[in-house]
């Protein structure tokens, strides 16, 4: 099992970055797949999330409005769109397999937005 993160950058405040979050190992349609982020310093915090179904999704409030989460099923990827970026969107981005509880990790992309 694995999942591997990309599409970080840096981006200018207001500008947007896709993330995808490739799942290799299992079928990423019978998991939910969050995304969470940890800026230094801070504690990671969760981002947004995809129930398995698709039928539901959670943003935190930091992010509503401005992120979307979304699933391509014949490419086993989770992708968070990410617009309307702020310098405190700045971050590690993570993906994990599952809702409220984890179980494998992916690497970190690091996203920076400049003000």
């Known amino acids: 099992v694995q999942l591997q993160a990309f599409g970080g950058g840096l981006v200018q405040s207001g500008g947007s970055l896709r993330l995808s979050c490739a799942a290799s190992?299992?079928?990423?349609?019978?998991?939910?797949i969050g995304w969470f982020r940890q800026a230094p310093g801070k504690e990671r915090e969760g981002v947004s999330c995809i129930s398995r179904d698709d039928d539901n999704r959670y943003y935190a409030d930091s992010v509503k409005g401005r992120f979307t989460i979304s699933r391509d099923s014949a490419k086993n990827t989770v992708h968070l769109q990410m617009n309307s970026l702020k310098p405190e969107d700045t971050a590690v981005y993570y993906c994990?397999?599952?809702?409220?509880?984890?179980?494998?990790w992916g690497q970190g992309t690091q996203v920076t937005v400049s003000s």
């Open positions: 190992g299992f079928s990423g349609v019978d998991w939910a």
């Open positions: 994990a397999r599952g809702w409220r509880n984890y179980d494998y």
